[in-house]
């Protein structure tokens, strides 16, 4: 069970758009700490896609964008494309746990 | 740029232990962060712990507190995870990540398989 609670599976169309949300708590994002979003395309190692709730690492399409509001945050992926099929984690700082956590991951279907 | 290269996939016994490394180059080793965060087949992410070099000194996550020891190298731009004890649920991809808030970049990962 995940501190942060993703859905298992989101799905669209291409050029559609799609969100992914993260569900925290009070011990978590709720209380002010940042979440950061990571992309893992299958057999490869995570990258970071987002971070500090809504920061572009430089080479990551302005498709994609971030947001948080009390104790959730949400990335969007705008004209979505064949290859943004992938996982996607959410990730934030836990001060009951006093360490870094995860979500349990989203899988993104192009259909 | 730093970038992370870890050492080769290891085959364990049930009460062993293993030690991965990560060699970090292209960048100052000891203004970074280093954490290793473990990945069981068709699992989520799960961080395991870390170390700041110029530090020295490594945080746990409570679930590891004991069974991991995380260190750093500074002479070598490298830094270690060892895990003891080891049990069949170990058996995972194992990462390290430069750390800041979050983490960037990462290894490619080291399979670690524990079976008899």
């Known amino acids: 069970q995940s501190v942060l609670t993703q859905p298992p599976s989101v799905s669209g169309a291409p050029g559609q758009r799609v969100t992914i949300s993260c569900t925290g708590s009070?011990?978590?994002?709720?209380?002010?700490?940042?979440v950061h979003w990571y992309q893992q395309l299958p057999g490869t190692a995570p990258k970071v896609l987002i971070y500090?709730?809504?920061n572009r690492p430089s080479g990551v399409p302005d498709r994609f964008s971030g947001s948080k509001s009390g104790t959730s945050a949400s990335l969007a992926i705008t004209g979505l494309q064949a290859e943004d099929e992938a996982d996607y984690f959410c990730?934030?700082?836990?001060?009951?746990?006093?360490?870094?956590?995860f979500g349990g991951g989203t899988k993104l279907t192009v259909l | 740029q730093v970038q992370l290269v870890q050492s080769g996939a290891e085959v364990k016994k049930p009460g062993s232990s293993v030690k991965v490394s990560c060699k970090a180059s292209?960048?100052?080793?000891?203004?970074?962060?280093f954490s290793w965060v473990r990945q069981a087949p068709g699992q989520g992410l799960e961080w395991m712990g870390g170390?700041?070099?110029?530090?020295?000194?490594?945080n746990y996550a409570q679930k590891f507190e004991g069974r991991v020891t995380i260190t750093a190298d500074e002479s070598s731009s490298t830094a270690y995870m060892e895990l003891s004890s080891l049990r069949s649920e170990d058996t995972a991809v194992y990462y390290c990540?430069?750390?800041?808030?979050?983490?960037?970049?990462w290894g490619q990962g080291t399979l670690v398989t524990v079976s008899s």
């Open positions: 990540a430069g750390t800041r808030d979050w983490f960037d970049p």
């Open positions: 292209g960048g100052t080793f000891s203004s970074y962060g």
């Open positions: 170390i700041i070099p110029i530090f020295g000194t490594a």
């Open positions: 009070s011990f978590n994002i709720g209380a002010g700490y940042d």
């Open positions: 500090g709730n809504s």
């Open positions: 990730q934030s700082y836990d001060s009951s746990l006093s360490g870094w956590v």
